[in-house]
C-alpha cells in the first residue's frame, strides 16, 4: 500500500524489513524487485541495480520476476549512462 501511495522510503523500510527478518520467505524475491522499484522512484540507482540483482538470483523467484528483474537492471545501467554493462543484461532477455 505504501508504495501504491508512492511513500517510497516507508515502502522502502517495509521490503527492507521483509528481506532481513525473513531471508527464507517465499516472497523473498518480490521483496528485492519491489525494493529495487522503490529505489528507482528515489533515483537510487546504484541500490535499484543491486536489489534487481538480488531479485533475479533470490531462490524460488519465478521466471516472470526474473525476466522483469533482468529487465528493471538493465534499465538502472542505462539511468547510470553504463552502456556497455546494460546491453548484456537486455541480451540475456
Request: glycine share 8%.
Amino acid at each position: 500500500m505504501r508504495f501504491e501511495e508512492k511513500s517510497y522510503p516507508l515502502a522502502q523500510q517495509t521490503f527492507t524489513k521483509v528481506i532481513k527478518e525473513y531471508p527464507g520467505s517465499d516472497v523473498l524475491a518480490d521483496a528485492y524487485r519491489m525494493s529495487g522499484e522503490c529505489a528507482l522512484a528515489l533515483k537510487d540507482f546504484a541500490g535499484a541495480r543491486e536489489a534487481f540483482g538480488a531479485a533475479s538470483s533470490a531462490k524460488g523467484a519465478s521466471p516472470e520476476l526474473i525476466a522483469d528483474a533482468v529487465f528493471q537492471e538493465g534499465w538502472t545501467l542505462y539511468k547510470m549512462n553504463r552502456f556497455a554493462t546494460r546491453q548484456g543484461s537486455f541480451r540475456s532477455l
